[in-house]
């Protein structure tokens, strides 16, 4: 890595374009105001900046902004007007210093135009009032590791894809693209893109292509109100950990754990490999939605899924190198820490030369702040159970309480430690409001 | 049989598999073997509850027990295969309405069954109706209910409603688990215990037979 | 490298099934027993067989059947019926062991549709009556060799293609594919993909697929005609020494020179990284056509254009692999040796333990079967200036002269050391006459 | 100067830039930087003419040729710069028409230039009235013709009865270059020699100005 705080330099640049708002078109000057007194919030989290005048609240929705309207899952999947203005109303009603974005709810035609089947979603496979949730299996085998790491894309697009996209079937007949190097290799690699299922899968691909351009483009406006209105997104980018990769959507759970044990070098060389493409994907993000935060959620390098020697070896370099990457292309790794983490934390204090966040869900927040506070950015940690099973008096104190617990070093952002996919109108707004009260320095 | 028994514990699968079918060829008692395999289990447990072992550890032994057992069930006698008397009590699992997952109800499921329970697992996405449905022609001692998203709480929390209705509440005993359960969960379920990981869910439902 | 016998008898089985000429539909049994007899006869000098029974003849042709029949390079581009008639028509006039495939003369239309640019092609940069012609530029920075390295298809698909071929510029802003992991990542992924100029050059690709797969429905007629008359290709599949990848349509002969002395690691990882790539690309054609041969035409290794020093680093290692990746598959590697190989022969016949053929362009016969024969198959050789500026009676002197040197150990196939791109009727004729008159054993 | 020109022959270009600098900073006389540089290509040219020696040297050569005299140039005068007076003989070369290939023919132009000639480039696909033309206008000793496929011959010959139909042929030797020709090609088009290497070309062209 190279000297941390030219990175942080970058950060920092790539923090105050993003503060000042630059290319949003504000309602008012009030909004815009409003907007940079919120991102300079966060930014100065990100930064322990000792000047921050209070903890920023960042509630993490998913599905919640349109559950709370009794917007059904398929409907906020299938509707993006009523989707958007949902998240628009969400920011409006609480007052969060960064919002959720609503494209995360992703849309369904296109999904139904792929024959997706890596999720399954309202009125696919799940009620039509629920939110999309994964279908485990196995999507690569213990013989597919080498391909995987000698040629990423081949692996995805002959292989991978294939099996979770129906449509996409034919891919796997897809003569390799080397065979398009020169004449007369490349009248074979044609001959294999003109077979008709080649044909018909291309053709899903492009509707789909098509069909996501015109739902973001809908979708866009509503983005584009919430940030007018004085709400920054709270990330630009996302990817993932390098071994969460592998044991979330392509080996899976189960068989990954095995791996470990049965092939742990190519488990390794695999990790390693995706390295550079997760910082490329975390970028890309980040720069095209003039928004640094990347987005990581941390899944299978949780308390109880593998020892501190397991992940000292399979998990925490190369998620460390990811984060690093990013840093060094002046992005904030804004880690969503899920599960527990209180076996980790000496190994989270170890990016303490570059900007980062961590988000906890059910880490012990004493111990995160003491391990971690005025090191890194720490978050969340408030339980979900009091949103959705709760009052509005117990959640405002609780809320007191996490944030004298967490945010005696300044470096806090109070957000509950998990996605929300429901949410409660009274104990919302007590938690947002708890946050001005409770939260100023 | 220590050597068996070091081995699976130690997660050496191949060395398992290869004195499994050593102590076959040699004649020993296909049930001692079998013991070995359920000692094994307890060591791997007390290791989980060290945090030594985890997740991996889990699924490991249960795939190691499940190929040993492969090679010992044509030894044993028909009988004892299928001989129910050593089973603690009757556990009766599911993932609720609405969700879909099956990871953590599966690792759950075979660490009950190592630990000498009688499992019934009904899937994934149950409703409530089912589940009391196959209560009441299973009559196990625990129902078991699993839930890896948010929205598994009213579900779960209908589930105990409709039970109280039917006046079967008191008759079994009703654990919820999943990462987002807590005492606060759980008092809004109405739920006799929680836990979020499988260790705790067996020793709990245990220390409640014991009772 | 596994045990070669194996390795051999795989070869052989998929030789003697090629022989066989199963799924061929024969004319009649006589067309069957010649089809036999040729494929045979090439089967045993690749066997080194001492119980063949004479020299075969196989000129390598390319557009010569339709030069000679007065079709222009054009026309034999756009018009698949009547280059495939004139290759018919080159088969039952000369009778050659082994026939040329019309397919390699490659379809205009698909390659105006692709706007390709790789070559410049009859009507389109060179004159209507001549061949097509490379187009040498550099392809690929100096700066690239890792994106290569490390995902060669993304490397093609984002990179090189959009130079490549006009109509796919637009894969050039494709998102990475690895974006395209999960829910919700997949979404700006498609976005991508449903962008208008995307859109644009995924449909001119499925375009020049469809040129091509209805060209091939034409152009398989033929094929299979000639196969019927009794005649076997000369190839099925095809593919390249690692190291002329990169030279030829990657960074261009002056650029890889240069870097030989700038930046020889990255060239030793880059075609190290290749040699997978080829052999897959190679299998591919061999399987798809039932034909085991595949077509390895050697470029940048000729005598002039570099050391045995740079040969034994950059060159020979890598091709090897590619040779005994193919045999591994239970092809027979048939490398076009072009150019001049005096100084490399003794590294050729280092792969006497499979079964292999060198068709020589420039290369002295005489050292050439002293040094292979009885080790490997050996063939070509001939001088194109005989067919093209000089006289049956002198052809045929020069074929017996040529049977002579090189035929004596058995392993011997009568080629043309050029590929054949114009042709004389009457020299041509006596070439392939002679074979039969002086290459009996 | 002999490490300069040793630098050179062996291809050291960081090596040979910087002590093209240096002997500039030193106030060295920039005709003899100059004059290292053609004897280092003589040398190199020795060694493509024993094997040792082969196209990347020959394009590095130039390479460092090229960058050297970027260097040498501003310090030399003027005149001297553009003087032609060391010019030992005039070159006029071109692709034949049809072919469109032009890294022989600038590789042998290369080697012509540092070998002392006077080079004229008219490029490729080059018809035979324009060469001619340029001939008239450019008075070559030698007009070199570049063809890397088959379909360079016609053209070729076509050429060479031009040219002799013009009454021009004795005016002007002709060589034929590229990777398919030979003796019996060369006759066939009417030229005076054939190579397939450049360094052939060189020495063969010296010794006709020579005689």
Known sequence: MSDMSEVRKKQDAFLDKWISGEGIEFVSEETKAAYQERAGLLAAAFRLDDSIKRVPVMPMTTFAPTMMKGISGREAMYNPDAAGQAYVDFCETYQPDAAGAAPMLMYGPALETLKYNLYKWPGQGVPENLSYQFHEKEYMTADEYDKLISDPTDFYLRTWMPRTHGALAPFADMPPVYGAMELPMLGPWLIGIGAPPMQEALKALMEAGKQCFDWINTMGAYLNKIMAMGFPFYAGGACKAPFDVISDSFRGTTQLMMDLYRKPDKVLEAVERLVQPMIDAGVAGAVANNNPIVFIPLHKGADGFMSNAQFEKFYWPTLKKVMYGLAEAGCIPGCFVEGGYNQRLEYLADTSDIRCMYLFDRTDMAKAAETLGGKVCIAGGFPVSMILTSTPEKVEEETKKMIDVAGKDKGYILSIGCALDEGKHDTMLAFCNAAKKYGQY | ?211
């Open chain 2, 1 to 211: 049989m220590q050597e068996l028994i070091d081995a699976i514990a130690d997660m050496m699968e191949d060395k398992v598999l290869e004195l499994t079918q050593k102590y076959l060829d040699e004649g020993k008692d296909p049930a001692e073997i079998f013991d070995a395999y359920q000692s094994a289990m307890e060591e791997i447990g007390r290791r989980f509850e060290a945090n030594t072992y985890f997740v991996p550890e889990l699924i490991m032994a249960g795939e190691m027990m499940k190929a040993g057992s492969e090679l010992i069930k044509p030894h044993l006698k028909e009988d004892a295969a299928g001989d129910k008397s050593g089973k603690i009590g009757k556990y009766l699992i599911a993932t609720i309405e609405g969700d879909i997952h099956d990871i953590g109800k599966n690792i759950v499921g075979m660490i009950l069954d190592l630990n000498g329970f009688e499992v019934m697992d009904l899937g994934v996405d149950v409703p409530a109706d089912k589940i009391i449905e196959a209560a009441k022609e299973f009559q196990p001692d625990i129902i078991g209910l699993s839930g890896l998203l948010t929205l598994a709480f009213d579900p779960m929390k209908a589930f105990v409603e409709k039970l109280t209705a039917e006046g079967l509440r008191d008759k079994f005993k009703v654990m919820i688990g999943g990462a987002q359960m807590d005492q606060q969960v759980c008092e809004y379920i109405g739920a006799d215990a929680w836990v979020t990981d499988a260790v705790a869910g067996v020793n709990k439902s245990k220390e409640w037979l014991a009772a």
